[in-house]
């Protein structure tokens, strides 16, 4: 079987996209790569791309001069993750504490990794993890 990469984009759908693309790039500092109508695209680190839709914008796809995206939604809250160092761990939390962000949680792995888990504004679960919380993950 041929091998694959990585993810190479998330996408979330988002109630207030103007609102949301103030918080990645303010509270999370991700930099905006195209901004179009239909999506804002942010380079999330490591070669990976964070989709921002407006929720129910993407379902009927899009014609492109080299082909079709297929269209695409989604409802409640979804889930991503963010890869960060270890040493990193504590200026973020007490970053995203600053920010007041909505705390869910914190989790120490069985395998050394630590995760801490919060909202984004429109109730998406979001995680900052250091190495360690899988196996593939060092």
Same mark, same amino acid.
């Given at each position: 079987?041929?091998?694959?990469? /990585?993810?190479?984009?998330?996408?979330?759908y988002?109630?207030?996209? @103007?609102?949301?693309?103030?918080?990645?790039?303010?509270?999370?500092g991700?930099?905006i790569?195209r &901004?179009e109508e239909r999506?804002?695209a942010? &380079?999330?680190?490591g070669?990976?791309?964070?989709l921002?839709?407006?929720?129910?914008?993407?379902?009927?796809g899009?014609?492109?001069?080299?082909? $079709?995206?297929?269209?695409?939604?989604?409802e409640?809250p979804? $889930?991503m993750?963010?890869k960060?160092?270890e040493?990193?761990?504590? @200026?973020?939390r007490?970053?995203?504490?600053?920010? /007041?962000v909505v705390e869910?949680?914190?989790v120490t792995w069985?395998?050394?990794?630590?995760?801490?888990?919060?909202? &984004? @504004?429109?109730?998406h679960?979001l995680e900052?993890a250091?190495?360690?919380?899988?196996?593939?993950?060092?």
């Open positions: 079987m041929p091998k694959l990469n /990585g993810v190479l984009e998330t996408a979330l988002v109630d207030d996209k @103007p609102r949301s693309i103030r918080f990645f790039k303010e509270v999370m991700l930099e790569v &901004d999506l804002t942010f &380079d999330a680190g070669a990976s791309i964070l921002i839709f407006a929720r129910g914008e993407s379902t009927h899009e014609d492109t001069p080299t082909g $079709h995206i297929p269209g695409h939604d989604g409640g979804l $889930h993750a963010f960060i160092a040493a990193d761990y504590e @200026p973020w007490t970053h995203l504490r600053a920010a /007041g869910l949680s914190e069985p395998a050394g990794g630590r995760s801490y888990y919060f909202k &984004d @504004p429109d109730g679960v900052i250091t190495p360690g919380l899988w196996p593939n993950y060092k």
